[in-house]
């Protein structure tokens, strides 16, 4: 378990969002992953999805601080998993994805081994595809 002072969040409890997604800090703006996507996609048709960790303020990529993994998500169904290692990969993935059903929000979660889960939250509107 992370140590911490009196009044400060553990941030290995639970999934960290920024506190003012409009003023955020600089461990918020390391952390956080940026995603990039349509805000309408049609259903059953591919399309591209980008995730970075490090884009608002590089992230480290070294032995003893790195991003683990970036995971997928639409609402609550998984779509993908991208585990990263120390020194060698960075933070930043690109996923082609197509939506089977209607969906409310991507979501995009990165862990970092010293500051724990991080999650990114975006729009998405799924048009069904008309004849």
């Known amino acids: 378990m992370l140590a911490t002072r009196a009044g400060e969040k553990d941030l290995f409890e639970g999934v960290n ?18 995603i990039q996507a349509p805000a309408t996609v049609t259903q059953g048709r ?51 994805i197509l939506l089977r059903h209607p969906a409310q929000e991507l979501r995009a979660r990165a862990r970092c081994n010293l500051h724990g889960v991080w999650m990114a939250r975006k729009r998405i509107s799924v048009e069904r595809l008309t004849p």
């Open 17 to 34: 969002e920024p506190a003012d997604p409009s003023n955020l800090s600089d461990l918020e703006r390391m952390h956080l992953p940026v």
């Open 46 to 96: 591919p399309f591209e999805v980008a995730i970075e960790v490090g884009e608002l303020l590089p992230h480290p990529s070294e032995p003893h601080h790195f991003i683990q993994f970036v995971e997928l998500w639409v609402d609550a169904t998984f779509l993908a998993r991208i585990d990263l290692t120390a020194d060698r990969s960075l933070p930043k993935v690109r996923l082609r």
